[in-house]
């Protein structure tokens, strides 16, 4: 099976677990929700496309544990963003695209919610710097713009801010789930206001200019954090 017919399988189940999960915890309801994947399900490069390997220096055991990068609601939090790094695209890459999305705990919503959307990001640039600021035109690196997060209203269709949201658990009742870091090597520039630049535009405009992706995640909650002291 090749890596997007292993991908179709598990968003089928994906999809029908969230969808008995739901059947099961919540009242029978004339407008079920449709649970959609992540983004890196949505935007697939062609068959046979390397997968893109992701790191970042402040995971540790695939767990956030310095609170510094969570939302300033949340555990004392500065909302800062982390360092990510991933391998180069293939040739032929024009930008990357990085996505972060969180996934499970109490969701009311079909869709992930997006705490970090950047993109535009150069070609010959392989890592983010720790602490990008939430301006839409990004300083370091030069070029690359700030998308839309939408966890400060948890619905796409209500306008968020640009940059990155850390997480807030409180919000999801302290339930440890994961958090993901989607990187994507396109063939192209995104021609997007950084104003309109949500989930449902980006991945629309990166459909057919995917030329590989790969992805990290780091799962905590309320229940396993312990921050450094």
Same mark, same amino acid.
């Given at each position: 099976? +090749?890596? /997007?017919?292993?991908?179709?399988?598990?968003?089928?189940?994906?999809?029908?677990?969230?969808?008995?999960?739901?059947?099961?915890?919540?009242?029978?309801?004339?407008?079920?929700?449709?649970?959609?994947?992540?983004?890196?399900?949505?935007?697939?490069?062609?068959?046979?496309?390397?997968?893109?390997?992701?790191?970042?220096?402040?995971?540790?055991?695939? /767990?956030?544990?310095?609170?510094?990068?969570?939302?300033?609601?949340?555990?004392?939090?500065?909302?800062?963003?982390?360092?990510?790094?991933?391998?180069?695209?293939?040739?032929?890459?024009?930008?990357?695209?990085?996505?972060?999305?969180?996934?499970?705990?109490?969701?009311?919503?079909?869709?992930?919610?997006?705490?970090?959307?950047?993109? /535009?990001?150069?070609?010959?640039?392989?890592?983010?710097?720790?602490?990008?600021?939430?301006?839409?035109?990004?300083?370091?690196?030069?070029?690359?713009? /700030?998308?839309?997060? +939408?966890?400060?209203?948890?619905?796409?269709?209500?306008? $968020? +801010?640009?940059?990155?949201?850390?997480?807030?658990?409180?919000?999801?009742?302290? *339930?440890?789930?994961?958090?993901?870091?989607?990187?994507?090597?396109?063939?192209?520039?995104?021609?997007?206001?950084? $104003?309109?630049?949500?989930? *449902?535009?980006?991945?629309?405009?990166?459909?057919?200019?995917?030329?590989?992706?790969?992805?990290?995640?780091?799962?905590?909650?309320?229940?396993?954090?312990?921050?450094?002291?």
């Amino acid at each position: 099976m +090749d890596r /997007n017919g292993f991908i179709g399988v598990m968003i089928t189940f994906l999809t029908a677990s969230a969808t008995m999960n739901c059947a099961s915890a919540q009242q029978p309801s004339e407008h079920a929700l449709t649970w959609t994947p992540r983004v890196i399900a949505l935007a697939l490069p062609k068959p046979g496309a390397p997968i893109m390997k992701v790191s970042s220096p402040e995971f540790a055991g695939q /767990n956030y544990r310095d609170k510094r990068f969570f939302n300033i609601e949340c555990c004392g939090g500065q909302n800062i963003s982390p360092g990510v790094e991933w391998s180069a695209g293939p040739a032929g890459t024009q930008s990357y695209v990085l996505i972060m999305e969180g996934e499970g705990g109490v969701r009311v919503r079909p869709d992930p919610t997006v705490h970090w959307i950047i993109y /535009n990001i150069p070609a010959d640039v392989t890592k983010l710097p720790k602490g990008i600021l939430t301006d839409a035109h990004v300083k370091d690196p030069a070029g690359a713009l /700030n998308g839309l997060q +939408d966890s400060a209203t948890g619905h796409e269709d209500v306008s $968020a +801010d640009p940059g990155y949201r850390g997480p807030n658990f409180h919000a999801e009742g302290g *339930t440890p789930h994961p958090y993901y870091f989607e990187i994507f090597a396109l063939d192209t520039k995104l021609d997007l206001d950084p $104003a309109q630049a949500k989930r *449902t535009p980006v991945v629309a405009a990166m459909r057919g200019h995917v030329l590989a992706s790969g992805e990290v995640f780091s799962k905590f909650g309320a229940h396993d954090f312990d921050p450094p002291q």
